[in-house]
């Protein structure tokens, strides 16, 4: 039978629809409990009405992060995913700090990664904690009751879980939770399963950082050096005060810009086009691009500043014993990350500080920066926390630069009303932060068996950590790990491989773009492995697979994605008429992901990607949907990128201002996208960005089975046409 319950019962038992059972983590992170959230860190509350919500500690730019954490929850309290409602959790390091960090942030694919085990824990503590509340108040055993579907039954009783929330608030916390066994998953891995922000997004409820608007709010607007290390002499306003709308305009006491106040967005704008402005550029990076292409590749033909591998060691013996030496030098430009959502925030008073409202990816840099600049303690700045509309790594940068515009902004203009900092496209084309531009030499020794005796690879570009907050954790004996990732630590069998690193010091400002070091090594080690196979007579599958033999659960996974990627494109076949095949395989923030691109057409005429095969290992699959989803948008992003994007200059300034010079991926280009998941119950990781390193050596080897080899990027710069 059901049980029933009436108004007065439910009030009188004290589980009104107020109550909640709240599950989280003490400091010291075992698991609390209450009806409330002092003392813990809320991870999941279960209301009195039944309302299941789980709080998001990371943000959520597209990459499914609400939907993947969401999950976690509805599988342990055995419910489907649409009655888990999300909400971000506030700025707070010490309650949701990402484990993998220490700070809280978003970033290096680590959500799922990081919270995988804190959200089932503490939805299986909930439904632990609510089983043994209806169990007492049946007078059953904990064994005979089960939560099914969002309600408590037990032989012929049956109740909505909210009813024993109060009840479950006030029992002991399990120290160790069971966890659901795998086989029972019905929710994770589930491939029906949805994203949970699609319907927000759809019909416009979601709340972005570029849709605040606070009673009071003005908007601000920077007017930056034309060339990166440029410093304010002086600025003109007198026509600026012309355009309706506009307020005043102020220099940062940086001498890095002026920032324009107006009432709306199109007259700080104006406003800002109309100023007069006077720059110093004595200390600035004046080079063209031709300049800095030689500048690095003489980097990569001396002798390296850095041995990237911990110690010194020379492959030139294994070389010169080589039966066969391939050499190649690369050059790869800049590159925008390019969020659809350009880049702002809004910072207003509050009874105790401060307020940021933005979709950051950072929430403890931005407190710091804030910190910094209005001299406020971080616990007196709440960050609100909202959708973004892209970051690609973008909305953190090692030195929030955005974010101490804001508050320079804020600050200026007397810290009193709220105030929108508003970044244009062409603001974040012509002076954001890139991923830098590099420059690969490799030598590469064959034996006479035609596999690898010897590899000697140079790589030259800019350091990312060095002089952040981060350097301390990521550079080690001179050498930003982010510059060589994917070199150094190559899944293949490389005897006798040196890697040697030189830093190229600049004032353009640079940022972890999406999968970092990655998006150039698994370019330049890819398309290398391919040229030692077409060398070596071998096919470029077998051959990294005959380099993938030491047995390591690594190299398995590698190797296992790639014979999965081959056989679903069909690789032991002749591919149709006028079509070609290039395959490469790369592991990136623990997922082995590897990619089979098709082609047709031809370089002079318009080359055509008809299809793209991906096979991905992530472990657990959460959310095969948004893995799908993630591994499609990370290819595009990749082949985008390699096919046409670059981030050049003309006397140290940025040639290209928006989507119609700095082009990126169209929706024709490719035909098809197939993602092929790798089963697995070892722990989950992240999917957000492993996708892009070995889509544009695929693409490069394709084309390189009849045509040109691409060494330099993008490919249009060689004479390379797509249709």
Same mark, same amino acid.
């Given at each position: 039978?059901?049980?029933?319950?009436?108004?007065?019962?439910?009030?009188?038992?004290?589980?009104?629809?107020?109550?909640?059972?709240?599950?989280?983590?003490?400091?010291?992170?075992?698991?609390?409990?209450?009806?409330?959230?002092?003392?813990?860190?809320?991870?999941?509350?279960?209301?009195?009405?039944?309302?299941?919500?789980?709080?998001?500690?990371?943000?959520?730019?597209?990459?499914?992060?609400?939907?993947?954490?969401?999950?976690?929850?509805?599988?342990?309290?055995?419910?489907?995913?649409?009655?888990?409602?999300?909400?971000?959790?506030?700025?707070?390091?010490?309650?949701?700090?990402?484990?993998?960090?220490?700070?809280?942030?978003?970033?290096?694919?680590?959500?799922?990664?990081?919270?995988?085990?804190?959200?089932?824990?503490?939805? !299986? +503590? &909930?439904?632990?904690?609510?089983?043994? @509340? *209806?169990?007492?108040?049946? =007078?059953?055993? #904990?064994?005979? %009751?089960?939560?099914?579907?969002?309600?408590?039954?037990?032989?012929?009783?049956?109740?909505?879980?909210?009813?024993?929330? !109060? +009840? &479950?608030?006030?029992?002991?916390?399990? @120290? *160790?939770?069971?966890?659901? =066994?795998?086989? #029972?998953?019905? %929710?994770?891995?589930?491939?029906?399963?949805?994203?949970?922000?699609?319907?927000?997004?759809?019909?416009?409820?979601?709340?972005? +950082?570029?849709?605040?608007?606070?009673?009071?709010?003005?908007?601000?607007?920077?007017?930056?050096?034309?060339?990166?290390?440029?410093?304010?002499?002086?600025?003109?306003?007198?026509?600026?005060?012309?355009?309706?709308?506009?307020?005043?305009?102020? +220099?940062?006491?940086?001498?890095?810009?002026?920032?324009?106040?107006?009432?709306?967005?199109?007259?700080?704008?104006?406003?800002?086009?109309?100023?007069?402005?006077?720059?110093?550029?004595?200390?600035?990076?004046?080079?063209?691009?031709?300049?800095?292409?030689?500048?690095?590749?003489?980097?990569?033909?001396?002798?390296?500043?850095?041995?990237?591998?911990?110690?010194?060691?020379?492959?030139?013996?294994?070389?010169?014993?080589?039966?066969?030496?391939?050499?190649?030098?690369?050059?790869?430009?800049?590159?925008?990350?390019?969020?659809?959502?350009?880049?702002?925030?809004?910072?207003?008073?509050?009874?105790?500080?401060?307020?940021?409202?933005?979709?950051?990816?950072?929430?403890?840099?931005?407190?710091?920066?804030?910190?910094?600049?209005?001299?406020?303690?971080?616990?007196?700045?709440?960050?609100?926390?909202?959708?973004?509309?892209?970051?690609?790594?973008?909305?953190?940068?090692?030195?929030?630069?955005?974010?101490?515009?804001?508050?320079?902004?804020?600050?200026?203009?007397?810290?009193?009303?709220?105030?929108?900092?508003?970044?244009?496209?062409?603001?974040?084309?012509?002076?954001?932060?890139?991923?830098?531009?590099?420059?690969?030499?490799?030598?590469?020794?064959?034996?006479?068996?035609?596999?690898?005796?010897?590899?000697?690879?140079?790589?030259?570009?800019?350091?990312?950590?060095?002089?952040?907050?981060?350097?301390?954790?990521?550079?080690?004996?001179?050498?930003?790990?982010?510059?060589?990732?994917?070199?150094?630590?190559?899944?293949?069998?490389?005897?006798?491989?040196?890697?040697?690193?030189?830093?190229?010091?600049?004032?353009?400002?640079?940022?972890?773009?999406?999968?970092?070091?990655?998006?150039?090594?698994?370019?330049?080690?890819?398309?290398?492995?391919?040229?030692?196979?077409?060398?070596?007579?071998?096919?470029?599958?077998?051959?990294?697979?005959?380099?993938?033999?030491?047995?390591?659960?690594?190299?398995?996974?590698?190797?296992?994605?790639?014979?999965?990627?081959?056989?679903?494109?069909?690789?032991?076949?002749?591919?149709?008429?006028?079509?070609?095949?290039?395959?490469?395989?790369?592991?990136?923030?623990?997922?082995?992901?590897?990619?089979?691109?098709?082609?047709?057409?031809?370089?002079?005429?318009?080359?055509?990607?008809?299809?793209?095969?991906?096979?991905?290992?992530?472990?657990?699959?959460?959310?095969?949907?948004?893995?799908?989803?993630?591994?499609?948008?990370?290819?595009?992003?990749?082949?985008?990128?390699?096919?046409?994007?670059?981030?050049?200059?003309?006397?140290?300034?940025?040639?290209?201002?928006?989507?119609?010079?700095?082009?990126?991926?169209?929706?024709?280009?490719?035909?098809?996208?197939?993602?092929?998941?790798?089963?697995?119950?070892?722990?989950?990781?992240?999917?957000?960005?492993?996708?892009?390193?070995?889509?544009?050596?695929?693409?490069?080897?394709?084309?390189?089975?009849?045509?040109?080899?691409?060494?330099?990027?993008?490919?249009?710069?060689?004479?390379?046409?797509?249709?």
């Amino acid at each position: 039978m059901t049980v029933a319950v009436s108004r007065r019962a439910f009030l009188q038992t004290g589980v009104a629809a107020a109550s909640v059972l709240t599950i989280g983590f003490r400091p010291d992170h075992t698991l609390a409990a209450g009806a409330g959230t002092q003392g813990l860190t809320p991870f999941v509350k279960v209301t009195g009405d039944g309302t299941v919500t789980a709080i998001i500690k990371h943000f959520e730019c597209g990459q499914g992060v609400t939907t993947g954490l969401a999950t976690l929850i509805a599988e342990e309290l055995n419910i489907p995913l649409d009655q888990v409602n999300v909400e971000f959790a506030p700025a707070d390091v010490e309650k949701y700090r990402n484990l993998l960090f220490g700070i809280q942030g978003t970033g290096g694919s680590t959500a799922m990664a990081n919270s995988y085990m804190q959200y089932r824990t503490a939805g !299986a +503590a &909930a439904r632990t904690m609510l089983i043994a @509340a *209806a169990a007492a108040a049946w =007078d059953v055993p #904990e064994s005979r %009751v089960k939560l099914i579907n969002g309600h408590l039954v037990s032989d012929n009783k049956t109740a909505p879980m909210g009813v024993f929330a !109060a +009840a &479950a608030a006030a029992r002991e916390v399990p @120290a *160790a939770p069971v966890l659901k =066994d795998p086989a #029972e998953f019905s %929710v994770i891995g589930n491939p029906e399963t949805r994203r949970r922000d699609s319907g927000p997004k759809i019909d416009g409820t979601a709340q972005f +950082a570029m849709d605040v608007h606070l009673d009071g709010q003005i908007v601000a607007v920077m007017k930056r050096s034309p060339r990166f290390g440029g410093t304010l002499v002086s600025f003109d306003d007198s026509a600026a005060r012309a355009v309706p709308g506009f307020i005043r305009a102020a +220099a940062l006491p940086t001498q890095t810009a002026v920032v324009v106040y107006a009432h709306d967005t199109w007259a700080a704008f104006q406003a800002r086009d109309a100023l007069a402005t006077e720059w110093d550029f004595s200390d600035a990076d004046n080079r063209s691009s031709d300049e800095m292409r030689s500048d690095l590749l003489a980097m990569v033909k001396t002798e390296a500043q850095f041995d990237a591998k911990g110690v010194v060691r020379d492959a030139s013996a294994a070389l010169d014993g080589a039966t066969q030496v391939i050499e190649q030098e690369f050059f790869l430009p800049y590159l925008a990350h390019a969020p659809m959502e350009p880049l702002n925030c809004t910072i207003a008073p509050s009874p105790t500080g401060v307020t940021l409202y933005d979709g950051t990816q950072m929430p403890t840099g931005a407190q710091q920066a804030l910190s910094a600049v209005l001299g406020i303690p971080t616990d007196k700045i709440a960050v609100q926390s909202l959708y973004a509309g892209g970051t690609f790594g973008r909305r953190a940068s090692p030195d929030a630069d955005y974010h101490v515009e804001a508050a320079l902004a804020f600050a200026l203009n007397g810290g009193a009303q709220p105030v929108k900092l508003v970044w244009s496209r062409e603001d974040d084309i012509t002076g954001g932060y890139y991923r830098p531009s590099v420059a690969h030499r490799v030598r590469v020794g064959l034996g006479a068996d035609g596999h690898i005796v010897g590899w000697d690879h140079r790589v030259a570009g800019q350091s990312i950590f060095k002089g952040s907050g981060f350097e301390s954790f990521v550079v080690q004996n001179g050498v930003d790990s982010t510059s060589v990732e994917g070199v150094r630590d190559t899944l293949y069998d490389i005897p006798g491989q040196y890697v040697g690193l030189t830093d190229e010091s600049t004032p353009i400002t640079v940022n972890w773009w999406r999968s970092v070091g990655h998006s150039h090594t698994a370019y330049v080690m890819e398309t290398m492995m391919d040229m030692a196979a077409h060398v070596a007579q071998r096919d470029p599958v077998e051959f990294r697979l005959a380099h993938l033999t030491s047995g390591s659960a690594d190299q398995n996974r590698l190797a296992g994605v790639l014979r999965l990627a081959a056989e679903k494109a069909g690789w032991d076949q002749q591919p149709l008429p006028g079509r070609r095949r290039g395959v490469a395989a790369h592991k990136s923030f623990g997922t082995y992901v590897a990619e089979v691109v098709e082609i047709s057409g031809d370089v002079e005429s318009g080359l055509v990607i008809e299809k793209v095969i991906c096979a991905v290992d992530c472990g657990t699959p959460v959310n095969p949907d948004v893995i799908a989803a993630q591994m499609e948008s990370a290819i595009g992003y990749g082949l985008g990128h390699v096919m046409r994007s670059q981030i050049s200059f003309s006397n140290g300034e940025v040639d290209q201002s928006n989507f119609p010079d700095y082009e990126t991926l169209r929706i024709s280009d490719i035909k098809a996208i197939e993602t092929h998941i790798v089963p697995s119950t070892a722990p989950p990781s992240g999917v957000g960005e492993p996708g892009t390193p070995p889509a544009g050596p695929a693409l490069a080897n394709a084309i390189a089975v009849d045509g040109p080899r691409i060494t330099e990027l993008p490919m249009t710069s060689q004479d390379v046409n797509f249709a």
